[in-house]
């Protein structure tokens, strides 16, 4: 089980949040329409699936087959600013105060793309996933999945509350400055 003090630290952020968080989500009616809230099953410690929550930053838009159309194409401008701000991550807090997630960890996947990791995808799972993690602060969606996973991998190596305050310090730059890659991915993740 997760330390208490952190999930009641992570209830009442959310409690603090909460007129934030009705404020992005008249954001969210305005520019996408409803659901305001994204729900997915995620794998978390162990492989145990939960629901993950975050703000919804996609339209719901097919093309004439009936298929999704692209990510690309569905963001909205305020979708954009949710995923770059992170705080489209703000509902995940109900994860964390339910002991489904961490402040600081891998960010949890689909079963399917953890089940598709074989060993790697197992010993990710050591770790509670986080809102933030390693990975995100170097380069995140810059990043290939290998690059990811090893950085994640690391991290479950090295896990520790000195790493995990240099995480959270680096997630707020991050929210800041953007996105950036590490300059090198082989150091950011420990590998020679």
Known sequence: MQKLPLRLLAALLLL??????????????LSMGRPVLFRQR??????????????RSMREAAGKDGQPLPDEARVTRFGRFLRRSRLDELPGLWNVAAGDMAFVGPRPLLPETIAGLGQRGAMRGE???????????NGNTLL????????DL???AHAGPLLDLRILALTAWV??????????????????
Request: glycine share 14%.
């Open 127 to 137: 770790v509670r996933p986080g809102l933030t993690g390693w990975s995100q602060v």
């Open 175 to 192: 929210m800041v400055g953007g996105e950036r890659r590490s300059p090198d991915i082989a150091l950011a993740s420990g590998a020679d």
């Open 42 to 55: 995620r794998a978390g410690l162990h492989g145990q699936t939960f629901t993950l929550l975050k703000l």
């Open 16 to 29: 603090a949040v909460l007129p934030l968080l009705a404020v992005l989500g008249i954001g969210v009616v």
């Open 144 to 151: 290939s999945l290998d690059e990811k996973i090893a950085l």
């Open 154 to 156: 690391w991290y479950v």
